[in-house]
């Protein structure tokens, strides 16, 4: 049986899916993509190529591995994306969450069958049909769970916008010990850099004290400054929309000294140098070209049981 424990985005991290990219079914048609920052790569034609995704996965599961640390890779369905596996499900303390997803990615969680089935089972949990999230939306610091929404009437115009009032409610009732912190997200159908498809794409926490912060990816401005307090002013690091639309916020943490970051984002990455992190760099500019990065393409299992206060 494996044991499930993840409690923030910092602790040393033991065990993870990472997502993969072979057959992921070449080139859409329009009508099936699913982000604005795709659709723009496919009307261009700098779709991204198989074999590059495949390689810059590749290359990120090697220093994963080089930590020690343990990566599950889905099952292969053949002609389908699974690269994102941030998005179909997420680990909360000792619980495994199935998230309600868009309907054409619904197959991807078949993939984890093999994983799923190495849990507790009454410790994997589904969502009410009403109840929208994404693990991409799911952010955890010390004892708050951040959850990024779109709560506007007309959330059923945006296919963007993956996370409810009614998922986040849902998730709350599981952990009423822990606070639970709705961020109201910005979202576009056709603008990539006016779009924030989930929380991690403009909000994520480095170490014990900083974070990345886009903060025009905020619709409630109390809500953003709430959140800059959290953290001090002086300990954020503030993107524009053309780093958020690089995906700069989206870089993933092995341990609270230790981060993943994209070779390109050197403006963060001597920032997090001063900051005194080690940074590990990866290419993943192809992978990038779907409006997702190194926290989206994992899906962390386990961290270690860590006093980071």
């Known amino acids: 049986m494996m044991l499930l424990n993840i409690v923030d985005e910092i602790s040393s991290l033991e065990s993870l899916v990472v997502g993969i990219a072979n057959s992921n079914g070449g080139i859409p048609e329009l009508k099936d993509v699913y982000d604005p920052k795709s659709r723009s790569h496919v009307l261009s034609g700098t779709y991204p190529l198989e074999s590059d995704m495949v390689n810059e996965l590749d290359c990120f599961v090697s220093i994963l591995t080089s930590y020690g640390i343990n990566v599950h890779r889905p099952d292969l369905i053949k002609n389908y994306n699974q690269i994102y596996t941030r998005d179909i499900g997420f680990v909360v303390e000792n619980k495994f969450f199935k998230s309600n ?9 078949d993939a984890l069958k093999n994983i799923l089935n190495s849990f507790d089972p009454e410790l994997i949990i589904a969502f009410p049909k009403d109840a929208h999230i994404e693990g991409g939306d799911v952010v955890l610091h010390k004892n708050k769970i951040y959850i990024g929404a779109y709560i506007g009437s007309d959330y059923p115009k ?22 639970v912190v709705l961020l109201e997200l910005n979202k576009s159908n056709t603008d990539p850099k006016k779009n924030v498809l989930h929380l991690d794409c403009c909000f994520q926490p480095i170490g014990k004290t900083s974070a990345i912060i886009h903060k025009e990816g905020f619709s409630n401005k109390d809500q953003l400054l709430t959140l800059i307090d959290d953290f001090g002013i002086e300990n954020c690091f503030f993107i524009n929309s053309n780093e958020m639309f690089d995906m700069m916020s989206n870089v993933f943490s ?13 403006r963060l990455n001597k920032w997090l140098i001063k900051k ?13 070209k779907q409006e997702g990065l190194f926290r989206c393409v994992t899906l962390p299992l386990s961290r270690k049981n860590e006093q980071i206060n």
Request: glycine share 2%.
């Open 254 to 266: 092995i341990n609270k000294n230790t981060v993943v970051s994209d070779s390109s984002f050197i």
């Open 158 to 179: 945006y296919i963007t916008a993956r996370t409810n009032l009614e998922g986040l409610k849902f998730l709350e009732n599981y952990f009423p010990k822990k606070k």
């Open 276 to 288: 005194k992190f080690k940074v590990e760099k990866v290419s993943f500019r192809e992978i990038a």
């Open 101 to 109: 997803i868009l309907p054409i990615r619904s197959r991807e969680i």
